[in-house]
């Protein structure tokens, strides 16, 4: 116990100070270093952050460069295949989009037809001005000390003229109560008509796409018969070098070295040919479509779903064909034609509604007169009776019943001309398909025919000749077989088309549609 404190109070009393003033040096160790070190500090960090954010943008960019890649190979794949091409048609082709401005133009006469129900609103404003200069003269006796002997009669002058002005203003409207029916047979015939060219346009559009179809496959086939050719023309410079390195060893004759060498040049002259079609072929995609054709084109490995019977299919297209639909809507519109009363001979009852007003202001020299006002209405029924037309509406008459029969013969020909088409085009589908077989069993065979000629030629038994006519035939049998494929192909576009789904709908295009209804809202009862 020292001075009366225990002496375990205050060896724990020393253990405290020391333990605080312990932690005290250590903080401010810790405080000295900061300061200290402040600036290493702070330019590490910042080292530190700048690492990790550079890293994460490479893996950023990493990612996307991935992402890039992958949608540029979609893209590049989507723009060599045929559905672009389609697209591309329905959006650029210079005939669909004639079409649809011919289809705006001719549904305004739908807005010009439903004109005549509608009254029609006049308004007039008129402003006339007169001045009217008059001189009167008369006879007065001679004033006194005038110098005139007493008794002489003076003419006089006198000014009249008149000035006047006339403001009027007024309103006409005009409703027409009755026309024979002509009004309502040109609507009937407008809205026929209308549709009859929405059904061209379909047809059209058919027929636009069934040609970039049939071309798309026509560069495919000469794709693959251009890479045919190359790998002919490098089969066959190797072999004219090797029979010429036999010639100059006295093992071959000099007639083997020319048969090789013009061989080689009828290859080199149908590459050029292949080449031409080729470019020739690019140029017609081109124009149908509007877009840059690229060098490889991928070929559709499963064009269309044609697999149907020959009377379903005929059942399906004399509902369905674009040309039958076209010509059924058009004799419609023809019989509309037909069935719609001379406007120029019915009689036409107006209702008239008028109303004007005037101001008449005169004014002579030395006076001013009141103007004169008139404000006033009329409201008349007036009725027109055509009594002769010199023959005009008889011979309208008589061109649109010869125009329906022209129709309906156009008709029965589409009809015939239908049937016909998918007699031949499924015949022509199945025997591409037999074909599409022999061919590939046709190049089996020759690959053996070539290879079992080269073995005896290198043996001796065979001359260069053998190996020459060895590799020409495969080449036809390779050539038959791109023919082939492309005939099977071309004739699944043109049963599609004679049965009418060669449509963006049923090819599943992701291009616009153009709807003439749309455009029938937008300019629906528009003052222009």
């Not at 026929?192 to 059904?199: D, E, G, N, V």
């Not at 061209?200 to 000469?222: F, N, P, R």
């Not at 190797?238 to 048969?259: A, C, I, L």
């Not at 089996?444 to 073995?455: C, F, G, M, S, W």
Request: aromatic share 8%.
């Amino acid at each position: 116990m020292c001075f009366g404190i225990p002496t375990q109070l205050i060896i724990k009393m020393y253990g405290f100070l020391f333990f605080v003033l312990s932690c005290g040096g250590v903080v401010f160790a810790a405080c000295v270093f900061l300061l200290m070190f402040e600036r290493f500090l702070l330019w590490f960090g910042l080292v530190i952050f700048a690492t990790s954010s550079f890293a994460l943008e490479q893996k950023k960019d990493t990612g996307s460069d991935r992402q890039t890649t992958g949608d540029k190979k979609k893209r590049v794949n989507n723009e060599n295949g045929l559905l672009f091409f389609l697209e591309s048609a329905m959006a650029n082709n210079k005939d669909i989009l004639i079409a649809q401005s011919e289809l705006k133009i001719s549904h305004e006469n739908y807005n010009l037809a439903v004109a005549s129900f509608k009254p029609t609103v006049e308004a007039n404003v008129g402003y006339d001005i007169g001045h009217d200069n008059r001189w009167n003269s008369t006879f007065v006796p001679a004033e006194e000390n005038s110098g005139y002997p007493k008794g002489t009669n003076m003419a006089k002058m006198r000014d009249t003229s008149e000035r006047s002005s006339v403001k009027k203003a007024g309103v006409i409207a005009k409703y027409n109560i009755f026309r024979g029916g002509a009004d309502n047979g040109a609507l009937e015939e407008t809205n026929a008509a209308i549709k009859a060219q929405w059904s061209e346009y379909e047809a059209l559009k058919q027929k636009v796409l069934c040609s970039v179809t049939t071309v798309y496959l026509e560069i495919c086939a000469k794709q693959e018969e251009i890479k045919h050719i190359k790998s002919l023309l490098d089969v066959r410079v190797d072999g004219m070098k090797m029979v010429t390195e036999k010639y100059n060893s006295g093992e071959e004759k000099y007639v083997s070295v020319m048969q090789a060498k013009a061989a080689c040049a009828e290859t080199e002259a149908q590459l050029a040919k292949a080449e031409a079609e080729d470019k020739a072929l690019r140029a017609q995609l081109k124009e149908l479509t509007g877009v840059l054709v690229p060098l490889h084109l991928i070929a559709p490995e499963k064009l269309f779903n044609t697999d149907m019977k020959e009377p379903q299919a005929i059942d399906l297209a004399l509902r369905q064909n674009p040309q039958i639909v076209a010509s059924t809507d058009k004799l419609r519109a023809a019989k509309e034609a037909v069935r719609k009363p001379n406007s120029s001979m019915c009689p036409s009852i107006d209702l008239i509604y008028k109303y004007d007003q005037s101001v008449d202001s005169a004014h002579k020299k030395g006076s001013n007169l009141d103007p004169r006002r008139h404000r006033g209405n009329a409201v008349g029924i007036s009725m027109t009776i055509p009594m002769y037309d010199g023959g005009v509406g008889r011979a309208k008459k008589r061109q649109a019943v010869e125009n329906v029969v022209k129709v309906a013969n156009e008709r029965k020909k589409a009809i015939e001309e239908t049937k016909a088409g998918v007699v031949k085009v499924w015949s022509e589908k199945q025997a591409a398909q037999q074909n599409l077989d022999s061919t590939k069993t046709a190049i089996e065979a020759r690959q053996l025919a070539l290879h079992d000629t080269e073995e005896e030629y290198k043996a001796g038994i065979k001359v260069m000749n053998d190996v020459l006519e060895a590799q020409q035939k495969l080449f036809e049998a390779q050539f038959a077989n791109v023919q082939a494929q492309k005939n099977y192909y071309v004739s699944q576009c043109n049963a599609l088309a004679l049965i009418g789904k060669m449509t963006p709908k049923d090819l599943k295009l992701k291009a616009q549609e153009f709807d003439y209804r749309e455009h029938s809202e937008k300019t629906k009862e528009k003052v222009v």
